[in-house]
């Protein structure tokens, strides 16, 4: 249904649907290995990725081709999915699925509290959104200090220790890259209070999973909203499915029927972009990864 649907949005977009030979752009929800044969059979000059995240093609990105990427296009689906996490954690609501009694009132509000997001792409714009009408304090850490539309304030990544400390929530929604795998390590987990909460819904290697299991199993930090894990998928018996304190969902932050129209919509986009000449939608700097 996926490759019905992106044809469709090829055609939408102006274009046309050709032998592979005939083309001069692919779209792609293949692998890197499906892509690289593709590549070698074809003499596209342009490649539409289905993902947002690209780390598993950083070998087979081409400079001299021009990528894009579907960044941004899941950003809805995905900033409401942190939310809910966030939600979720702070309300203790994995705790009281289990339960089999009435037990103590417990859990936290997220209004008023104080909300880091490490990514400052669409995601990240949309969650911003998505959390004024908690009155949070807002503070988003990407590779600049350019502003984040409704954050409260924005600073570099190099900045990023110095405002740990004063997190009650962590969403992580930035792309992996070898400068932020495993930034969420032990040393900076144990930067944070211990009645924050963190949140993935990025890519898992962006945390340091055995320092996160060491923080919840010793109350370093209050609990854990991940929908993305390192490993994953994650094995049967990983002590992150027993803890009370971590919700792990597999990750379906963007579920493939999602998928399947705003990739649609992307592709679309793009066609139409790329007939008339205008810049396309979620270009991929080969040279960053993303």
């Not at 692919?26 to 995240?53: E, F, K």
């Not at 942190?82 to 417990?106: H, I, K, N, P």
């Not at 992580?172 to 032990?186: F, K, Y």
Request: proline content about 6%; glycine content about 10%.
């Amino acid at each position: 249904m996926l490759a019905e649907a992106l044809a469709g949005a090829v055609v939408r977009g102006g274009g046309r649907v050709t032998p592979l030979a005939e083309a001069t752009g692919l779209v792609c929800a293949l692998g890197p290995d499906g892509l690289r044969a593709l590549l070698d059979a074809s003499s596209v000059d342009w490649v539409q990725l289905g993902g947002a995240g690209i780390e598993a093609f950083r070998g087979t990105l081409d400079p001299r081709l021009t990528w894009t990427s579907a960044k941004g296009a899941y950003a809805e689906p995905v900033a409401e999915h942190a939310l809910a996490l966030a939600l979720a954690v702070l309300r203790r609501f994995t705790e009281r699925a289990r339960a089999r009694e009435w037990g103590a009132q417990a859990g936290e509000s997220l209004f008023g509290r104080r909300v880091l997001v490490v990514g400052g792409g669409g995601i990240a714009s949309e969650l911003v959104r998505l959390l004024q009408p908690y009155r949070t304090d807002i503070t988003v850490v990407r590779r600049s200090r350019d502003p984040l539309p409704g954050a409260s304030r924005t600073v570099a990544l190099g900045e990023l220790d110095e405002h740990l400390p004063r997190t009650d929530v962590l969403v992580l929604a930035a792309a992996l890259t070898p400068e932020t795998a495993g930034l969420m390590d032990a040393r900076r987990l144990a930067l944070l209070p211990a009645s924050a909460v963190v949140v993935n819904i990025a890519r898992g290697g962006l945390i340091d999973t055995d320092a996160l299991v060491a923080a919840l199993r010793d109350g370093a930090i209050a609990g854990a909203g991940l929908d993305v894990t390192d490993p994953e998928p994650l094995p049967a018996g990983h002590p992150l499915w027993d803890e009370p304190r971590a919700l792990v969902t597999p990750h379906t932050a963007d579920t493939p029927e999602m998928i399947r129209v705003m990739l649609a919509a992307r592709v679309e986009e793009n066609v139409r972009r790329r007939i008339a000449g205008e810049p396309l939608v979620g270009v991929v700097d080969t040279t960053l990864g993303y």
